[in-house]
């Protein structure tokens, strides 16, 4: 039997190596027309190896190239990062951001990490163009709705006037993390006549605001808009003085001695979350930290400069707003979408 098969079983071998033989042939003329070394990284990472780190018997060679290589577009950085460290003494580090992002591998551990990090420098230059230039194309809209409106002042004094949609630069969070599109912020008229509402995307934060000339006007509304509230709730202490819900007058006149005596500018308060895990920003209405205002710089009432506290971000994080159109683009959420027991059931969801 044995007899028998020898002969088919060395056929199979000799067809099996020149098959091999052919193959690797194919493989080595494809390697050597590829235009880089990324693109034969890609192709076949342990021929890239030993075309640029390792001698005819596979063992490192500092001097076929003593340089760093950069590997620009470069994918499977894990595999390569793995497959250097079987290498006595071959170094690799990543530099650059998103699409720039690089991997550099050579022998010299000070000067791959030096490489690595003037891509990174070209790469965070890049983007700050980018954005910049992306910016200035939004800031258009700002300086054509400046041309239509032309120098027609509205009424200062009137909150209707502070109705519309705004473009936002806030460079605590656009600096801080990856904000790809533009900021908004939308201010609408709402229910009670002393109060607005606004939806507001920055990014990395989202949710409803409440403006007024009054912090007063905004602690009552809160408590009607409140899902949480109490029967004690009924009464809103405004200046040291209780003030019963549906007291018409009493209400009024403690709105208005709470308005400030300079116009142009809105006391603010918010509720939203963060858009990474979607976290609600909780606060204590009672003793509201969420809180801010907007200064808008003249009687146009075009652009302001303002402040908001926002937890993971600090305190008084500068805002800037730049009008592009007299009605919201966008409606504002429930207030109660952001509240306590909204709160609770989402972090109870997210350990079910």
């Known amino acids: 039997m044995k007899e028998e098969w020898d002969p088919l079983f060395s056929d199979y071998l000799e067809k099996y190596g020149a098959w091999q033989a052919r193959e690797k042939k194919r493989r080595d003329d494809e390697f050597a027309q590829l235009p880089n070394p ?30 760093p290589l950069a590997l620009p577009g470069y994918d499977a950085r894990p595999t390569l990062h793995a497959a250097a460290e079987r290498i006595p003494g071959l170094e690799t580090h990543s530099g650059g951001s998103g699409d720039d992002r690089t991997i550099v591998i050579g022998w010299d551990r000070s000067a791959v990490w030096r490489h690595a990090g003037q891509i990174d420098a070209e790469s965070w230059e890049k983007e700050a163009k980018h954005k910049q230039e992306a910016w200035e194309n939004s800031l258009n809209k700002h300086r054509h709705f400046l041309k239509e409106q032309g120098r027609k002042a509205p009424r200062v004094e009137s909150l209707k006037s502070y109705i519309g949609s705004y473009l ?50 905004i602690k009552e509304f809160v408590i009607t808009l409140d899902d949480n509230k109490s029967e004690d709730d009924a009464e809103q202490l405004v200046r040291g003085k209780r003030v019963r819900k549906g007291s018409s007058k009493q209400r009024k006149k403690a709105i208005k001695s709470e308005f400030p005596k300079r116009t ?70 429930n207030w109660n979408n952001f509240s306590k027991s909204r709160y609770e059931s989402e972090r109870m969801g997210r350990w079910r």
């Not at 192709?43 to 003593?66: E, I, M, N, W």
């Not at 969070?173 to 995307?201: C, K, Q």
């Open 38 to 67: 990324t693109a034969e990284a890609n192709y076949d990472l342990h021929r890239f190896l030993a075309k640029y780190f390792l001698d005819g018997h596979g063992q490192p060679d500092k001097t076929k190239t003593p340089d």
């Open 264 to 333: 142009r500018v809105l006391r603010l308060q918010w509720r939203g979350r963060e858009t990474g895990e979607g976290e609600i920003q909780l606060d204590d209405d009672s003793n509201p930290s969420n809180v801010g205002q907007l200064e808008f710089a003249d009687n146009t009432l075009a652009n302001f400069k303002g402040f908001m506290n926002i937890p993971f971000a600090g305190d008084k994080v500068e805002v800037l707003g730049y009008k592009v159109n007299a009605k919201p683009k966008q409606s504002a959420e």
């Open 168 to 217: 936002i630069a806030c460079q605590d969070l656009s600096a801080g993390w990856d904000t790809t599109n533009d900021m908004t912020l939308d201010i609408s008229d709402s229910s009670d006549p002393h109060v607005l509402e606004a939806a507001f995307d920055f990014g990395v934060l989202e949710g409803i605001m409440l403006l007024s000339f009054s912090e007063a006007a």
